[in-house]
């Protein structure tokens, strides 16, 4: 466990970068070099992160980093690490880094194989819920009746549980992030460099731009997701649920606010009827009672990891 | 490392180095200057782990100090601050 205080001063994320102001997946990055240092290997596909590098021949990553297309990250990551491996140069991490498009729509098969074939690395999700870097598509990761370029009237499907899906990989390590949670996320980050595998983070990371709130209330909203419980902390470690602070707290429905305070923040949920915000509600209430069930003794191994 | 001008200067794989202001110096993105009253600063360094662009140091002392070169004006540090140490005040025109 670690205090924000402990974090070290060096940054690998260069300032004078070209995120857009007030972006939320910029402090997971800054967070992610406050857990690994810069003893690491970046890959990234196609998405906003491509962008906040800046235009050849600079870069605002003082770290190595391959950008790949927008299905390969796994792939990319998998011979990566073999060969590092081969050359024993095991003391560098393997990170892959992309957003939910270039996860939970097209870099999913690439990154199954990569989990399949047990590659020893990190996979980050940054998921902003749209396909940012093209101006705002629906992504497979778009929650239920959010704006987006592509559903002007609201999106009608609901978001893709992509955490669950990396844990049915029995991968050794499952986890989800927010960076208004900063500790809790280099937590992860650093447990996940130390088990050796697959280890996959899903860190839900506001966005202005795309959601359509004030640039200064990223990191609000980002906690005002956890306390309405529409997105919960949790970890999966060998099969283990366990959900982390603050959610462990907010099993009782009566702990957690109103999905509305979430959604009224956010212009891509202006549209919205009182039937729309009920349905939400529901969902995020079904979604707990899965929770709770995980997190109790019965299920104490969701996904048969088997680990022996 | 300069800039290729033509395509027969291009590398066949295109490296980019690490630089501080790849995108230019983002400073004159803002509208909004987050001014810091280190009367009222207690040294917390949220604004520092939550600044998206990096336009914050850690002093020494964990005290904190604007780039105002590169901020781009963005309000998550005046809205993080516990003690609202820090203010938005509009760019001079
Ligand atoms: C095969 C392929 N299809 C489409 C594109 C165009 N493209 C580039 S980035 C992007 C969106 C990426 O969205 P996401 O992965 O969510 O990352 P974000 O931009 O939101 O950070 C798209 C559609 C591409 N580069 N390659
Ligand atoms: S569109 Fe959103 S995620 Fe992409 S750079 Fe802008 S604020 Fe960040
Ligand atoms: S206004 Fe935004 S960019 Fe500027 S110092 Fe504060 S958090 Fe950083
Ligand atoms: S958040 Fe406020 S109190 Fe904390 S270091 Fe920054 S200015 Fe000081
Ligand atoms: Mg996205």
Excluded at chain 1, 17 to 40: E, T, Y
Excluded at chain 1, 57 to 72: C, D, K
Excluded at chain 1, 92 to 110: C, F, H, K, R, S
Excluded at chain 1, 229 to 254: H, Q, V
């Amino acid at each position: 466990m670690v205090t924000i205080k402990e974090f070290p001063k060096e940054e690998y994320l260069l300032k004078g970068h070209a995120a857009c102001a007030g972006c939320g997946p910029s402090i997971a990055l800054r967070l992610l070099f406050k857990a690994l240092g810069n003893k690491v290997i970046m890959v990234v596909p196609a998405c906003c992160t491509t962008v906040i590098q800046g235009p050849y021949p600079y870069t605002s990553f003082a770290v190595p980093l391959q950008n790949m297309l927008f299905e390969a990250t796994g792939a990319t990551c998998s011979g990566i690490a073999a060969a590092l491996k081969i050359r024993g140069l095991e003391d560098i991490t393997v990170v892959g880094w992309a957003g939910d498009g270039g996860t939970v729509d097209i870099g999913l098969q690439a990154l199954s194989g990569a989990a399949e074939r047990e590659t020893n690395f990190i996979y980050i999700c940054y998921d902003n819920e749209a396909y940012g870097n093209t101006g705002l598509q629906r992504s497979g990761a778009t929650p239920y009746g959010a704006w987006t370029t592509t559903t002007p009237t609201g999106k009608k499907e609901r978001k893709k549980d992509m955490p669950l899906i990396m844990a049915a990989h029995k991968i050794p390590y499952v986890a989800t992030a927010c960076p208004s949670y900063p500790v809790d996320f280099v937590n992860k980050l650093r447990k996940a460099k130390e088990i050796k595998g697959t280890k996959y983070i899903h860190v839900l990371a506001p966005c202005p731009t795309g959601w359509r709130y004030d640039t200064s209330k990223t990191v609000e909203i980002g906690r005002l997701a956890v306390h309405t419980g529409i997105w919960a902390l949790y970890e999966i470690e060998y099969g283990r649920f366990r959900l982390n602070p603050p959610s462990d707290r907010l099993i009782d429905k009566s702990k957690r606010k109103p999905v509305r305070e979430y959604l009224a923040m956010q212009d891509r949920f202006r549209h919205l009827t009182e039937a729309d915000i009920e349905k939400i509600q529901q969902w995020v209430d079904m979604d707990w009672e899965y929770y709770r069930k995980l997190a109790s003794s019965e299920c104490s191994d969701l996904t048969l990891h088997g680990k022996i | 490392m300069a800039v290729p001008k033509a395509r027969r200067d291009m590398p066949l794989t295109p490296i980019s180095y690490p630089t501080f202001g790849s995108m230019g110096k983002t400073g004159s993105w803002r509208t909004f200057r987050p001014i810091i009253d280190y009367s009222k600063c207690t040294k917390c360094t949220l604004c520092w782990v939550y600044c998206p662009d990096v336009a914050i140091t850690r002093r020494e002392d964990d005290s904190p100090e604007i780039d105002y070169e590169y901020c781009k004006g963005c309000g998550i540090c005046a809205n993080e601050c516990p003690v609202k140490a820090i203010t938005m005040q509009r760019e001079e025109e």
